[in-house]
């Protein structure tokens, strides 16, 4: 069983910075591709970031050039930081573990973008 822990949301001016981070445990971490996905009130859940297992990346275009998603293996953690946030970042931002079929969510952190 893996178990996902996201941490770092909160409240944040427009223009400000927030570094997300997602603690793995019970499981090889380097084998699986790693994700930050968010959802909004009253939206789909959308993916923001990915990062597989050898390191390529990947963006949503409303977040590009903004965020970097990293991944540290020796300390099992993936990271999403975040830059120029602007209310519309607004939202529950989920850690995504994915391998061979297996995939695997955390609680969420909250982010607030707002004046």
């Known amino acids: 069983q893996v178990q996902l822990v996201e941490s770092g949301g909160g409240l944040v001016q427009p223009g400000g910075s927030l570094r997300l981070s997602c603690a793995a445990s019970?499981?090889?971490?380097?084998?699986?591709?790693m994700g930050w996905y968010r959802q909004a009130p009253g939206k789909q859940r959308e993916l923001v970031a990915t990062?597989?297992?050898?390191?390529?990346?990947n963006y949503a275009d409303s977040v590009k050039g903004r965020f970097t998603i990293s991944r540290d293996n020796a300390k099992n953690t993936v990271y999403l930081q975040m830059n120029s946030l602007k209310p519309e970042d607004t939202a529950v931002y989920y850690c995504?573990?994915?391998?061979?079929?297996?995939?695997?969510w955390g609680q969420g952190t909250q982010v607030t973008v707002s004046s």
């Open positions: 995504n573990a994915f391998s061979g079929g297996n995939d695997y």
């Open positions: 019970g499981t090889i971490f380097i084998l699986y591709d």
């Open positions: 990062i597989s297992s050898g390191r390529n990346t």
